[in-house]
T-cell receptor, first 113, second 113 residues
Framework: GDSVTQTEGQVALSEEDFLTIHCNYSASGYPALFWYVQYPGEGPQFLFR?????EKGSSRGFEATYNKETTSFHLQKASVQESDSAVYYCALGGNTGNYKYVFGAGTRLKVIA | DMKVTQMPRYLIKRMGENVLLECGQDMSHETMYWYRQDPGLGLQLIYI???????SEGDIPKGYRVSRKKREHFSLILDSAKTNQTSVYFC????????????FGPGTRLTVL
């Protein structure tokens, strides 16, 4: 079945550092790829999506590019802030027309001021 | 106001008791979901509902059942709760299929003693 792998379980950075969270997927079809962010005590919030190869999704300074060749959708931000501290989830959905979503295990980002 | 609500937010039950978790959405979305979230496992899909009385098992349906009698309302039922069902449960909805963003509720933290 489809799967999503997030390499980093936790990331600790200082403010203004560059962020990369790695996301790789395995799917037989052509899924849409998503990033969600979850703050303590809340549900995940949609960050952005990409639906085709080489498409870039972006929001709030975060971005990721759909790469079908490397089956990746890595999240990046040029300069993180303390307020970016949260758990980030990579997900895929809409593969072969079904309504299921598959989430990665999540990456906890801690930004130190 | 696009919103998914969940009740209750916190619940403590004893093993063997019945549990009812409720979810509502005000967006007239056809598709709704129940997930559970456990550390290191991300979000695991329990059930999908495509519309009223049209439900489908997700990846971990054992020990759970659902009910959807109105489009805006989706319930998760645990008959005779078990300690390994202690978790945080999230409801979500989407406008359409798996390529659309999901809107999540704030979650219900369930503890089964």
């Amino acid at each position: 079945g489809d799967s999503v792998t997030q390499t980093e379980g936790q990331v600790a950075l200082s403010e203004e550092d560059f962020l990369t969270i790695h996301c790789n997927y395995s799917a037989s079809g052509y899924p849409a790829l998503f990033w969600y962010v979850q703050y303590p005590g809340e549900g995940p919030q949609f960050l952005f999506r990409a639906s085709r190869d080489k498409e870039k999704g972006s929001s709030r300074g975060f971005e990721a590019t759909y790469n079908k060749e490397t089956t990746s959708f890595h999240l990046q931000k040029a300069s993180v802030q303390e307020s970016d501290s949260a758990v980030y989830y990579c997900a895929l959905g809409g593969n072969t027309g079904n309504y299921k979503y598959v989430f990665g295990a999540g990456t906890r980002l801690k930004v130190i001021a | 106001d696009m919103k998914v609500t969940q009740m209750p937010r916190y619940l403590i039950k004893r093993m063997g008791e019945n549990v009812l978790l409720e979810c509502g959405q005000d967006m007239s979305h056809e598709t709704m979901y129940w997930y559970r979230q456990d550390p290191g496992l991300g979000l695991q899909l329990i059930y999908i509902s495509y519309d009223v009385d049209s439900n489908s098992e997700g990846d971990i349906p054992k020990g759970y059942r659902v009910s959807r009698k109105k489009r805006e309302h989706f319930s998760l039922i645990l008959d005779s709760a078990k300690t390994n069902q202690t978790s945080v449960y999230f409801c979500a909805s989407t406008d359409g299929g798996g390529g659309a963003e999901q809107f999540f509720g704030p979650g219900t933290r369930l503890t089964v003693l």
